[in-house]
């Protein structure tokens, strides 16, 4: 299955943006959101069951983010506000059968990412 991420780019702190992620079979996954900054660990972000009635988000969210999912687009949203610079990583999208969100491992495939850039 091939994910494509998009809607990442340069902005000023407490600014916004909305990433996309696009795969053909993606309706048929739970889907999550990681980032990696440089020289850090993969982070779980956020993710959205099949359904979309289940969300988690990783604790430093703290509300400022939100995914959503149009399976009849095959495409999952995350809406990222309130942006730090902290936040500056390369965002992938990645897709399986989850149990437990926040383990990378879970996932069976990977988009390519995103690069969201928060300046000062």
């Known amino acids: 299955v091939q994910l494509q991420a998009s809607g990442g780019g340069l902005v000023q702190a407490g600014g916004c943006l909305r990433l996309?992620?696009?795969?053909?079979?993606?309706?048929?996954?739970?889907m999550g959101w990681f980032r990696q900054a440089p020289g850090k660990e993969r982070e779980f972000v956020a993710g959205?069951?099949?359904?979309?009635?289940?969300?988690r988000f990783g604790d430093f969210v703290k509300g400022r983010f939100t995914i959503s999912r149009d399976n009849a687009k095959n495409t999952v949203y995350l809406q990222v506000n309130s942006l730090k610079p902290e936040d500056t990583a390369v965002y992938y999208c990645a897709g399986g059968r989850v149990i437990y969100w926040s383990r990378s491992s879970e996932y069976d495939y990977w988009g390519q990412g995103t690069q969201v850039t928060v300046s000062s």
């Open positions: 959205i069951s099949l359904s979309g009635g289940n969300t």
């Open positions: 996309s992620c696009a795969g053909r079979t993606l309706s048929t996954s739970d």
